[in-house]
T-cell receptor, first 110, second 114 residues
Framework: GNSVTQMEGPVTLSEEAFLTINCTYT??????LFWYVQYPGEGLQLLLK?????DKGSNKGFEATYRKETTSFHLEKGSVQVSDSAVYFC?????????FGSGTKLNVKP | DSGVTQTPKHLITATGQRVTLRCSPR?????VYWYQQSLDQGLQFLIQ???????AKGNILERFSAQQFPDLHSELNLSSLELGDSALYFC?????????????FGPGTRLTVL
């Protein structure tokens, strides 16, 4: 099948802690992979993306590497801030169809 | 502000009714996508239009239909509404139909079916 699985939340961290949110996918072909972020009361915003194997997407201190051998696209950030508190969605797209993970809520405490 | 607008912001209606949700894409974007976000199903891709034509279909029910007009705005029609259709409906747009493009999401329309 075609799906995206990401770790369940909520994840609660202290400011400046290291963040990892796991994401794995199943797909035929070579999908594009995305991380989107949703702040309270808003629509989703693209955080980063990678379009081929071994690509690393990065933005605002967040990184994720497209690992075809493990079908993974884990999100990492070395030092989270309170302002990073949001819901994070892993997504994949290919053949013009898009599948999103269930979302992981991140709470960062000062 | 993503540049994508959706109306109305909130909609409350009864079972069996029909509603229309409207989306205006960012200026210059040719593709429009519709998504449904609910607590039990998460975020589900419904359908994509590109320059007026249907490009891809996801988990869209037969009771739902969409179209994209010559001015590129799009409408999602939901009919014979059921309680389970209560959800947040997002529209997104992108510059063209390529899968790797960034999608810009609107603020959503919250539909409540009573």
């Amino acid at each position: 099948g075609n799906s995206v699985t990401q770790m369940e939340g909520p994840v609660t961290l202290s400011e400046e802690a290291f963040l990892t949110i796991n994401c794995t996918y199943t797909a035929t072909g070579y999908p594009s992979l995305f991380w989107y972020v949703q702040y309270p009361g808003e629509g989703l915003q693209l955080l980063l993306k990678a379009t081929k194997a071994d690509d690393k997407g990065s933005n605002k201190g967040f990184e994720a590497t497209y690992r075809k051998e493990t079908t993974s696209f884990h999100l990492e950030k070395g030092s989270v801030q309170v302002s990073d508190s949001a819901v994070y969605f892993c997504a994949r797209g290919n053949f013009n169809k898009f599948y999103f993970g269930s979302g992981t809520k991140l709470n960062v405490k000062p | 502000d993503s540049g994508v607008t959706q109306t109305p912001k909130h909609l409350i209606t009864a079972t069996g009714q029909r509603v229309t949700l409207r989306c205006s894409p960012r200026s210059g974007d040719l593709s429009v996508y519709w998504y449904q976000q609910s607590l039990d199903q998460g975020l589900q891709f419904l359908i994509q239009y590109y320059n007026g034509e249907e490009r891809a279909k996801g988990n869209i029910l037969e009771r739902f239909s969409a179209q994209q007009f010559p001015d590129l705005h799009s409408e999602l029609n939901l009919s014979s509404l059921e309680l389970g259709d209560s959800a947040l409906y997002f529209c997104a747009s992108s510059v063209d139909s390529a899968t790797y493009n960034e999608q810009f999401f609107g603020p959503g329309t919250r539909l409540t079916v009573l």
